[in-house]
């Protein structure tokens, strides 16, 4: 069973950075679509940025061009770079190492317990 750890929140002021990541261990994930999903107070997940075996990579509208998402296959690590943060950004954030679009970016896999992130105006 693959477990994940999210880790790199924070509080942050507005147009701030920070850098998440996420660690793999049980099974890797070097053939796998791997993506982050966030969760927002009130709201559902909704999915934030995906990307392929072969570095494809996905992005929900309001986050393109300021985040920013990688991945280690050798670490077993997914990264996200997020950049000029915004409040409409805090939410707590989650992983996932089975990601698949249909209408929508649906995770498949396991979820980590996600870290939060909090941008301050």
């Known amino acids: 069973q693959v477990r994940l750890v999210e880790s790199g929140g924070g509080l942050v002021q507005v147009g701030g950075s920070l850098r998440l990541s996420c660690a793999a261990s049980?099974?890797?994930?070097?053939?796998?679509?791997v993506g982050w999903f966030r969760q927002a107070p009130g709201k559902e997940r909704e999915f934030v940025a995906a990307?392929?075996?072969?570095?494809?990579?996905y992005y929900t509208d309001s986050v393109k061009d300021r985040f920013t998402i990688s991945r280690d296959n050798a670490k077993n690590t997914v990264l996200l770079q997020m950049n000029s943060l915004k409040p409409d950004d805090t939410a707590v954030y989650y992983c996932?190492?089975?990601?698949?679009?249909?209408?929508?970016?649906?995770?498949?896999?396991?979820w980590g317990q996600g870290t939060q992130v909090t941008v301050s105006s």
């Open positions: 996932n190492t089975d990601c698949r679009r249909y209408q929508n970016w649906i995770g498949f896999g396991s």
């Open positions: 990307i392929t075996w072969d570095d494809y990579t």
């Open positions: 049980g099974r890797t994930f070097s053939r796998d679509t």
